[in-house]
């Protein structure tokens, strides 16, 4: 049983999910939310309760956070009083493995590295199922002598695979290219399931054909029979993937790189919020078309 203490901040559909494969595979959990009440599920199984993103960092060996955006991650780890960089000294390890800006990773692990501790940036590939499977993708950036002290904890939280992407920043650049290839992928399988309808082939029809070509990725597939089933529970809500969005457009606007396409879709996702569905999945964007 492993008795190392790691902390998880942030308790949202993934990062509840993750002190829970924590906590089953025998680590002496941490845990901080800013809401008491979604944590009480794994205080009951265990976990740890503090106060404070430092309280967190200050009573473990590794520190995660999943949270949701550059604006509450920055107020986790950088809160003059209360962040989690207060509690980190340079036996410790930091990990980001929310999906953020890159240039704000790379400003967090400078600051992390004047502290002397170690930082790694691992978003993941995969959503609740995933999570509760252990079939995550990890997407590390960092020094390859870190992760390799982390990489088992990574697993144990729910990655099957940990690909080393590079330097700090370079794993979520990976990752946000890999949300915004998704998201592009499910706007154009619904636009096009939208048109084809127009003529009486329905999405279902549609979609039996599409799944015996090679033509789609397993997600859009996926992602093609939910649309089919009418099925928009929140696994990837439009919300989470417009946010994704501009921060691929940021990203691309700081490193002068040309993205028409990921620009132009991103316009619908925000369609799709005005329009009232920004809790709902990503797949909801089929009846702008249908």
């Given at each position: 049983?492993?008795r190392?203490?790691?902390?998880?901040?942030?308790?949202?559909?993934?990062?509840?999910?993750?002190?829970?494969?924590?906590?089953?595979?025998?680590?002496?959990v941490?845990i901080?939310?800013?809401t008491?009440?979604?944590?009480?599920p794994l205080?009951?199984?265990?976990?740890?309760?503090?106060?404070?993103?430092?309280?967190?960092?200050?009573?473990?060996e590794?520190?995660?956070?999943?949270?949701t955006?550059n604006?509450?991650?920055?107020?986790?780890?950088?809160?003059?009083?209360?962040?989690?960089i207060?509690?980190?000294t340079?036996?410790k390890?930091?990990?980001?493995?929310?999906?953020l800006?890159?240039?704000?990773?790379?400003?967090?692990?400078?600051?992390?590295?004047?502290?002397?501790?170690?930082?790694?940036?691992?978003?993941?590939?995969?959503s609740?199922p995933?999570?509760e499977?252990?079939?995550?993708i990890?997407l590390?950036?960092?020094q390859?002598?870190?992760?390799?002290?982390?990489?088992?904890?990574?697993?144990d939280?729910?990655?099957?695979?940990?690909?080393?992407?590079?330097t700090?920043?370079?794993?979520?650049?990976l990752?946000?290219?890999?949300?915004?290839?998704?998201?592009?992928?499910?706007?154009?399988?619904a636009?096009?399931?939208?048109?084809?309808?127009?003529?009486?082939?329905?999405?279902?029809?549609?979609?039996?054909?599409?799944?015996d070509l090679?033509?789609?990725?397993?997600?859009a597939k996926a992602?093609?029979?939910?649309m089919?089933?009418?099925?928009?529970?929140?696994l990837f809500?439009i919300?989470?993937?417009?946010k994704?969005?501009?921060?691929?457009t940021?990203?691309?606007q700081d490193?002068?790189?040309?993205?028409?396409?990921?620009?132009?879709?991103?316009?619908?996702?925000?369609?799709a919020?005005?329009?009232?569905?920004?809790?709902?999945?990503?797949?909801?964007?089929?009846?702008?078309?249908?």
């Amino acid at each position: 049983m492993n008795r190392k203490t790691v902390a998880v901040i942030g308790l949202g559909a993934m990062g509840s999910r993750i002190a829970q494969n924590l906590l089953k595979a025998g680590y002496l959990v941490v845990i901080h939310n800013r809401t008491v009440e979604k944590a009480q599920p794994l205080i009951d199984q265990g976990a740890i309760f503090v106060t404070s993103p430092r309280a967190a960092a200050e009573q473990s060996e590794v520190v995660i956070s999943m949270v949701t955006d550059n604006v509450v991650s920055r107020q986790v780890w950088l809160a003059s009083e209360t962040g989690a960089i207060l509690g980190l000294t340079p036996d410790k390890i930091a990990i980001e493995m929310s999906t953020l800006t890159v240039t704000w990773v790379r400003e967090l692990g400078a600051a992390i590295a004047q502290r002397g501790a170690g930082f790694v940036d691992a978003p993941v590939v995969g959503s609740r199922p995933q999570a509760e499977a252990g079939k995550l993708i990890a997407l590390a950036g960092g020094q390859t002598e870190t992760l390799a002290q982390v990489k088992e904890t990574l697993m144990d939280a729910g990655a099957a695979i940990v690909h080393h992407i590079g330097t700090v920043g370079q794993g979520m650049a990976l990752k946000l290219a890999v949300n915004a290839l998704f998201g592009i992928q499910v706007a154009a399988l619904a636009e096009l399931l939208g048109m084809l309808s127009r003529d009486g082939i329905s999405p279902a029809a549609t979609m039996a054909c599409l799944d015996d070509l090679p033509v789609l990725s397993l997600a859009a597939k996926a992602a093609g029979s939910l649309m089919v089933a009418q099925n928009h529970a929140p696994l990837f809500p439009i919300d989470l993937v417009e946010k994704d969005f501009r921060y691929v457009t940021q990203t691309a606007q700081d490193w002068k790189s040309m993205i028409p396409t990921s620009a132009a879709v991103m316009d619908i996702y925000q369609t799709a919020i005005s329009q009232g569905h920004g809790n709902e999945n990503i797949t909801r964007i089929v009846q702008l078309f249908v």
